[in-house]
């Protein structure tokens, strides 16, 4: 799982909280207007974590209950799914890398078996098995640095999805090579979202917002409304929106450049890899992707950005039930379903010295 960005002896470091804080403001005007809404943030995964829950229908004890149950289920994920933490599932996955199966967690496994999904879906570019490269590259740590191209060929090796071998019925997961690692931190948050949910409309919230840094997962509305307007983060502006979108019962992810990255020798060096070159992806810098499901929007806005804007706006339109907001290395916004409609911020994007 994501770790939370440190600062350190590389310049610039930054977390991935903007979408999340222009979101709050959203909704406190909002909240202030009619009350009608409970709101809570708690910091999980190494990123702040916003619930926010309509009052209206049921008792305000349930509505408490239900927020704090979707906290206890992204607490659960963070536990089970997360690289950082030892004790956790995935750490013993991936220790028993090559030596193996391990019988783990039933959400565990199904995760694990959707991301193996994903990264067929979207040919690798989605990789749940880019582990060492991640450690390699450090980036939203402060020990992040660019490896050499030995280092990262020696990392590349390591990196493929089809050595991973999930057994539902007896629960278990096998990587088959010594040294691979799975890393769940561009499918886990949106994963999370979706369980967070389950567990509100459980106690019978009727609408509200989970919010995972740049992963969102809406249902319901609010009283008087239909639908709750949702802002997305101006990949270049600090503190502002590149669009607004009203929507609900539905999934919304963004993976971005700016996110987690440092700056050398004039290079933005990111957290979003390409499992073909172990380099951060090139070619987008803002990939938001509108989906049924959260744990959907989330891999897919990674594996797009992966792909780059040509294969990202094709795979968009062969799959009609996405809705894509591309941002190129240009500048350049590519847009598919109801992002077509909106009023969309110019994007200034200045010329990085080539890697
Ligand atoms: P997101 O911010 O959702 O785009 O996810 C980025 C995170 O996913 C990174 O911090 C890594 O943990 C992981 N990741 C990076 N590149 C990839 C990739 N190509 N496929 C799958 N996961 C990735
Ligand atoms: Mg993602």
């Not at 590389?10 to 709050?24: S, T």
């Not at 229908?57 to 997360?82: Q, T, W, Y």
């Not at 096998?174 to 561009?186: C, E, P, Q, S, W």
Request: hydrophobic residues 40%; proline residues 4%; glycine residues 10%.
């Amino acid at each position: 799982m994501n770790k939370k960005a440190a600062s350190g002896s590389i310049p610039v470091m930054k977390r991935r909280v903007f979408l999340i804080l222009l979101l709050a403001a959203l909704l406190c005007g909002a909240c202030s207007r009619d009350g009608g809404l409970y709101k809570s943030t708690r910091e999980i995964m190494g990123t702040y974590v916003t619930i926010t829950a309509v009052r209206e229908g049921i008792p305000e004890v349930l509505v408490r209950a239900g927020v704090a149950d979707g906290f206890k289920e992204i607490e659960r994920v963070d536990r089970l799914m997360s690289t950082y933490k030892p004790e956790s599932e995935l750490s013993e996955i991936n220790r028993q890398a090559g030596v193996r199966p391990v019988k783990a967690d039933p959400e565990v496994v199904a995760t694990i078996k959707d991301s193996l999904d994903v990264a067929r879906m979207t040919d690798g570019a989605f990789d749940p098995t880019v582990g060492p490269l991640v450690r390699l590259w450090g980036i939203g740590g402060d020990k992040a640095r660019v490896p050499s191209p030995d280092e990262i060929k020696k990392a590349l090796i390591l990196v493929d999805y089809r050595q991973v071998v999930v057994d539902e019925k007896a629960g278990t997961v096998f990587i088959k090579k010594k040294g691979m690692a799975i890393d769940l931190g561009g499918i886990a948050k949106g994963y999370a979202s979706d369980l967070a949910v389950k567990a509100m409309e459980a106690k019978g919230v009727r609408g509200g917002i989970v919010a995972v840094a740049g992963d969102l997962k809406l249902f319901g509305a609010r009283e008087g409304a239909s639908l709750w307007r949702i802002g997305i983060q101006h990949p270049r502006e600090e503190g502002a929106l590149i669009a607004k979108l009203d929507a609900t019962d539905i999934a919304t992810s963004t993976s971005g450049d700016y996110e987690r990255f440092f700056i050398k020798d004039g290079v933005r060096y990111h957290h979003i890899t390409d499992p073909r070159t172990g380099y951060p992806a090139k070619g987008l810098i803002s990939v938001t992707v509108l989906a049924k499901q959260s744990y959907l929007a989330d891999s897919l806005a990674t594996g797009l950005f992966v792909m780059g804007p040509d294969k990202a706006y094709a795979f968009a339109q062969a799959h009609t039930e996405l809705e894509v907001l591309l941002v190129t290395s240009e500048g350049r916004i590519l847009a598919t379903g109801r992002f077509k409609g909106l009023d969309i911020a110019p994007v200034k994007v200045e010329q990085e010295r080539p890697s």
